[in-house]
């Protein structure tokens, strides 16, 4: 049982780059959530997906875009990568709607 | 949208003290969970405890849901404690699903 599980761990990009952000979770849970942390900062939810099927945005949205592949997956990308993009991000599941979340190790992306 | 206020914001204490980290949220809450970020940056469930009163070994945690405010214990402190420990809310009256984050408690316990 891995829990949640992110690749890569470590990314960097150039500005206008894309990439996606991959997060799988192997604990059967319904809801699936992408957050940023940036240095000194508590986490801000960017996308979350309640369940499979359906996404919502969060606090902060702009720039991202996300997929739910299945109940498994939850993608993040990033069209056009951006310095302000530059962060660590979590990715975070949990059994139902508004219980306990469990959080990935993170994906530290540098975009220069 | 809810705010989430952690107090103190930095904490030095020598091994084996008591320490208490408080959070206070600006409203009802239907989630609330305690997370310690290691030194390597990965986050720990610590509890989730929307109401009343857990214990987990020398940790424990209470929740007045009522008075809008959470409580972190930690009892006799070990250096492997060091880090940050954040609370994280879910609003109970809608919007989006997911947890708002206190700024954290930066713990340092020295030797």
């Known amino acids: 049982n891995a829990g949640v599980t992110q690749t890569p761990k470590f990314q960097v990009l150039k500005t206008g780059q894309s990439m996606t952000l991959q997060c799988a979770q192997d604990m059967n849970h319904n809801s699936m959530y992408w957050y940023r942390q940036d240095p000194g900062m508590g986490l801000r939810l960017i996308y979350y997906?309640?369940?499979?099927?359906?996404?919502d945005k969060g606090e902060v949205p702009n720039g991202y875009n996300v997929s739910r592949l299945n109940k498994r997956e939850f993608s993040l990308r990033l069209e056009s990568a951006a310095p302000s993009q530059t962060s660590v991000y979590f990715c975070a599941s949990s059994p139902t709607f508004r219980r306990e979340g469990y959080f990935g190790p993170g994906t530290r992306l540098t975009v220069t | 949208g809810i705010q989430v206020e952690q107090s103190p914001p930095d904490l030095i204490l020598q091994e084996g003290a008591n320490s208490t980290l408080r959070c206070n949220f600006s409203d009802s809450v239907n989630n609330l969970q305690w997370f310690h970020q290691n030194p390597w940056g990965q986050l720990i469930n610590l509890f989730y405890i929307p109401s009343g009163t857990k214990q987990n070994g020398r940790l424990s945690a209470t929740t007045v849901a009522t008075e809008r405010y959470s409580l972190l214990y930690i009892s006799s402190s070990q250096t492997t404690d060091s880090g940050v420990y954040f609370c994280a809310v879910m609003y109970s009256g809608g919007g989006a699903d997911g947890l708002t984050f206190g700024k954290g408690t930066h713990l340092i316990i020295q030797p």
């Open positions: 997906s309640a369940s499979e099927g359906t996404t």
